[in-house]
């Protein structure tokens, strides 16, 4: 080993072949876009979509998949400066689960020319399967959306019925395998919380996610009687997040101590913040920051 | 040690009746420090004699907060962070999080840094597995087979330090591929280890696999029933053990592992010695498929074109890969800027942790030792 020279050595590129492969890419020639892409002028200043990563989508431009609207919604509140639409923004999506797609499709393919010529951003499209149908005859307007993005599918569910779904998933489904509990915080939004949870089926081979916004200080339900491995999941959620979920046989911290004060994971928890006052009391130390 | 149990059988420690067996129960602390618990694992036992009524992990001793930390650093700077989480497979967990972000900017790494990354990952689940049995041996008491798998694992980590420089937190991966084109000699290192360790694995297995007294400590030990894997979401060489055949590798192929043959050992019996078993062979496994990968390792760049500021689209995304452990997952919010909006990992030592309790309910306080062993945990894992 001590003789030899380091292969990764900086100063001796082991092939001008892998040299040009890892430093900016030189030829510009088939996407319309590289060379903004490549250009030293700080890609920084550009916007939004002009920097986007190139991809193999042809699909719109449309880069707000932003829960609870409507496709049509988003696309028309998109285009309706720049180019006529023939589904104007009054079009009501609500007679068939079919229509939004044909909107979502086609509207942003005509402005894209005009918006952002270069942008491939893949963009959230309605999920449909048997089960999406199912469910949307036995839940209604409980399910708020049922959408696919990068070919994952997740359901936008009302809180009020966040459990019965997630039982009728365990249930009748075959969704056996909780693999993740989780949330965001959003301090923007009215509902300030979305639970997620990520489902698997063995028999299916299936991955999908249920996602459901709460308040602050609203419950969520436990699912600890359908997957016993929520059990931790959700008493991390509740110390990271303050999210308390309703009927849980022990719903405590669990990576930080008991008295700790403030969750975390919330947006308004400061990166270097900590609750000095546990820390003197029981380290004995005046905070380390 | 079951016999044991079944031998007190006679004096019905349940009945009211006590006079030649007066027991009360016993709280006993075990750990923080504590070298069977592989870290800084506190276990709380509720005894009744050496039979363990119950347990409570207290976790969070390492907890360093990563998901935070990665919600101030943009995606290329959070990339170190993930090689300490399971600091003996950092390789995986590399893997695992620039393909989550691949995924997200919806692009995919060039086939040869695939086949490098394929390469590394099962060198690194080798590691691993080698370090998960020689101390979970130490654990139940046999010695030697340490001394084996560190003398075969420093094999791995001299491959891994000229690739990169690193022997454990490796950082080897890049968003968009591998930084580093293999060194010359490359290819010849790896087959000449995988030719070196396939006759060490037969070399632990005849010190351990009909070893009378590693029989007696892990067969019916530790025994979990493939319900309750799955409702405990317990996944890895733990639910595979328990006689359910998934594999993430197979189920949900990434990273070209579709185009490798290999075989998915299971266990029968769900208990410590089949996920002995079940270890030992992808062991051997995992040396079919690095020389696969060897063999066909396509020419071509090893990075794919990103651009220098990642900034995914706006969206979410879920991947996840089987590490040594098990489901390795990535949930990553992106809102359009460079820095993450949110990280979460899904940590398999974490949740298959959970297990523990139902695994050691009437079991032996020795017992303890040898399933805590036997989930192959990593601390720096389950606590962030």
């Known amino acids: ?100 797609v044909a909107v979502a499709g086609a509207a942003p393919a005509e402005v894209k020319p005009a918006a952002a010529p270069k942008a491939a951003v893949p963009v959230p499209g309605p999920w449909e399967s048997e089960m999406v149908t199912r469910f949307k005859e036995r839940f209604g307007a409980s399910i708020l959306d049922a959408q696919s993005y990068l070919k994952q599918n997740y359901f936008v569910v009302h809180s009020e019925k966040s459990y019965e779904v997630l039982a009728e998933l365990h249930d009748q489904e075959g969704f056996d395998y909780l693999v993740d509990v989780t949330a965001l915080h959003y301090p923007e939004r009215e509902l300030q919380f979305e639970v ?17 916004s709460i308040k602050e200080g609203d419950k969520a339900p436990t699912v600890v009687p359908l997957w016993s491995t929520s059990n931790w999941l959700e008493r991390e ?42 820390v003197q009391i029981n380290l004995g130390i005046p905070s380390g920051q | 040690m079951t016999e044991q149990t079944d031998s007190l059988s006679h004096l019905d420690l349940n009945s009211s009746d006590k006079t030649f067996l007066a027991t009360n129960e016993l709280i006993l602390n075990m750990g923080p420090q504590h070298p069977s618990t592989h870290g800084v694992l506190r276990v709380i036992l509720k005894l009744d004699g050496e039979k363990v009524l119950g347990t409570e992990c207290v976790i969070g001793y390492l907890h360093r907060g990563v ?41 995919e790494a060039p086939s040869r840094a695939q086949y490098i990354r394929v390469i590394l990952a099962e060198l690194n689940r080798m590691a691993s597995h080698m370090l998960w049995l020689g101390t979970h041996a130490l654990d139940i008491g046999a010695i030697t087979p340490l001394f084996y ?99 993430l590798r197979k189920a949900q192929p990434y990273s070209g592992y579709e185009k490798f043959e290999f075989d998915i050992p299971v266990g029968v019996n769900g208990d ?80 298959n942790l959970q297990a523990l ?9 020795a017992d303890v030792v040898a399933v805590i062993g036997t989930i192959d945990i990593v601390l720096g894992e389950v606590d962030r």
């Not at chain 1, 880069?63 to 609207?69: L, R």
């Not at chain 2, 590693?214 to 595979?240: A, F, H, K, M």
């Not at chain 2, 500021?309 to 992106?334: A, D, N, R, T």
């Not at chain 2, 309790?357 to 306080?365: F, N, S």
Request: charged share 25%.
């Open chain 1, 1 to 100: 080993m001590a003789d030899e020279k380091h292969p990764n050595d900086p100063l001796n590129p082991p092939t001008p072949a892998q040299d040009t492969s890892q430093s900016v890419p030189k030829t510009p020639a088939g996407e319309p876009g590289k060379p903004g892409d490549a250009a030293p002028t700080g890609p920084a200043s550009i916007s939004g979509p002009a920097i986007a990563p190139p991809s193999t989508s042809s699909e719109g431009n449309e880069p707000k998949p932003e829960v609870g609207k409507t496709p049509e919604q988003k696309t028309s509140g998109a285009t309706a400066p720049s180019a006529s639409t023939p589904a104007g923004p009054e079009a009501p999506p609500a007679a068939s689960p079919a229509k939004p």
């Open chain 1, 196 to 212: 997620i949870w990520i489902l698997y089926s063995f028999e299916r081979n299936e991955r999908i996610r249920v996602k459901s």
């Open chain 1, 237 to 278: 959620v509740f110390d990271m997040f303050g999210i308390e979920f309703d009927g849980h046989p022990d719903m405590r911290r669990i990576l930080l101590p008991d008295g700790w004060k403030g969750y975390p994971l919330r947006k308004d928890y400061g990166i270097i913040q900590q609750d000095q006052e546990w």
């Open chain 2, 67 to 107: 998901e935070k930390i990665a919600e101030h650093r943009t995606y290329t700077m959070f990339n170190p962070y993930v090689d300490r989480m399971d600091y003996v497979a950092a390789i995986s967990n590399g893997l695992g999080y620039c393909e989550t972000v691949e995924k997200l900017l919806n692009m």
């Open chain 2, 149 to 247: 798998t560190f003398r075969d694992r420093e094999e791995i980590l001299k491959i891994f330090e000229k690739y990169c420089g690193a022997r454990l937190t490796t950082h080897a991966f890049r968003i968009g591929g591998c930084l580093y084109e293999t060194y010359d000699g490359f290819e010849e290192d790896v087959i000449k280890f995988c030719n070196f360790v396939d006759p060490k694995i037969g070399e632990y297995e005849t010190l351990l696999t009909t070893n009378r007294i590693w029989v007696q400590r892990t067969r019916g030990v530790g025994y979990l029933s493939p319900e309750d894997c799955i409702n405990l979401g317990v996944t890895g060489p733990v639910l595979r053990a328990s006689g359910v055949k998934w594999d």
């Open chain 2, 272 to 351: 410590t010695y089949d996920r002995y078993l079940v270890r030992i062979e992808e062991m051997r496994q995992s040396i079919r498929i690095v020389r696969q990968a060897v063999g066909g390792l396509p020419t071509g760049p090893v990075m794919g074109k990103v651009p220098k500021v990642l900034k995914p689209p706006p969206g979410e995304i879920y991947h996840s890969i089987e590490s040594p452990k098990g489901e390795l997952g990535f949930f990553i919010v992106s809102d359009g800027s460079t820095q993450p909006y949110r990280i979460r990992v899904r940590p398999p030592s974490f949740v």
């Open chain 2, 357 to 365: 309790d139902t695994m050691v309910r009437g079991a032996l306080v």
